[in-house]
């Protein structure tokens, strides 16, 4: 694990030709950096300047970033991350509902709702990469990912536009959605009325 620090340089270090992760998280680590160093060969920072550095040297295969950034940290990083080619999955943790709207309209591919285990972690993770996860798995299709957030073409009941998106299981057959055009959130049926 490469650990950035502000104004480190380290990020040299990463050779972009290897597979890597970028953790965005504000201080102190959690469970979830050990656990994405068991897939990825990761750097770590807990500041958004080192973030966007990191995006322009090396490009990873995978951005992890936490909404509770300063500011607007976590889309900062999430719309560089997307303009990057090819594209970067990125992967957004979060506990406050209310800031997933905009993290979807920025581009996350995937959004985690605190708490959650390191299970659900690598279950994110394996949907989001099956091809890298599967006993199948050929190699070009290795750096492919499948984003997770689901869009339905459906009305949104705070504004009644049709095209809501479905981003983390809250239990069986019961998602968090969001409209994008209006920042509602809100749970619902696994399918909702089409």
């Not at 990020?11 to 160093?37: G, M, N, Q, Y």
């Not at 060969?41 to 509770?68: C, F, H, K, Q, W």
């Not at 290795?142 to 809250?170: L, Q």
């Amino acid at each position: 694990m490469q650990v950035l620090e502000p104004r480190s340089s380290r990020v040299d270090d990463v050779s972009p030709s290897r597979r890597h992760a970028l953790i965005v998280h504000p201080p102190p680590a959690d469970d979830t950096t050990s656990a994405i160093e068991s897939l990825f060969d990761t750097i770590t920072t807990t500041n958004v300047e080192n973030a966007l550095s990191a995006l322009r040297r090396s490009t990873p295969a995978l951005v992890i970033v936490d909404t509770s950034l300063p500011e607007d940290g976590a889309r900062v990083v999430c719309r560089a991350a997307k303009q990057i080619a090819p594209p970067i999955a990125v992967l957004v943790m979060t506990a406050d509902i209310v800031a997933v709207p905009a993290m979807i309209r920025a581009g996350c591919d995937s959004v985690l709702v605190h708490p959650f285990s390191p299970n659900l972690l690598f279950t994110r993770l394996a949907r989001l990469f099956p091809a890298r996860y599967s006993c199948r798995a050929i190699p070009s299709a290795a750096s492919r990912f499948v984003p997770t957030n689901r869009i339905w073409k459906a009305a949104c009941p705070a504004c009644g536009r049709t095209e809501i998106v479905s981003f983390d299981a809250v239990a069986i057959r019961t998602w968090w959605f969001a409209c994008p055009a209006c920042g509602q959130t809100w749970i619902g049926p696994e399918a909702p009325d089409l």
